[in-house]
């Protein structure tokens, strides 16, 4: 059983930066996709970007140019950097690994971006 933990969630201002982190239980070289999903109150859980072994990224429309994802094999670590926050931004984030066949979710961590 993979475990993903999450961390890097904060309270910031519009306009500020933060970097998320997603920590796996075991090494990701051979992870197939590592994703970032979001869910703000009342509303469903969204996709964000994802990257795969290959190092291809991905991102959705309201995050392209401001968010970056990367990975860290030697640390099991994918990252999140977020810049250009806006208020709309605000939500759990979480973390999504799929390995072959089986998809992973992590606890999230909490983003809250101030007007």
């Known amino acids: 059983q993979v475990r993903l933990v999450e961390s890097g969630g904060d309270l910031v201002q519009a306009g500020g930066s933060l970097r998320l982190s997603c920590t796996a239980s075991?090494?990701?070289?051979?992870?197939?996709?590592m994703a970032w999903y979001r869910q703000a109150p009342g509303e469903q859980r969204e996709w964000v970007a994802l990257?795969?072994?290959?190092?291809?990224?991905n991102y959705a429309d309201s995050v392209k140019g401001r968010f970056t994802i990367s990975r860290d094999n030697a640390k099991n670590t994918v990252y999140l950097q977020m810049s250009s926050l806006k208020p709309e931004d605000t939500g759990v984030y979480y973390c999504?690994?799929?390995?072959?066949?089986?998809?992973?979710w992590g606890q999230g961590t909490q983003v809250t971006v101030s007007s």
């Open positions: 999504k690994a799929i390995i072959r066949t089986s998809t992973y």
């Open positions: 075991e090494s990701i070289f051979s992870f197939n996709v």
């Open positions: 990257i795969t072994s290959g190092g291809i990224t």
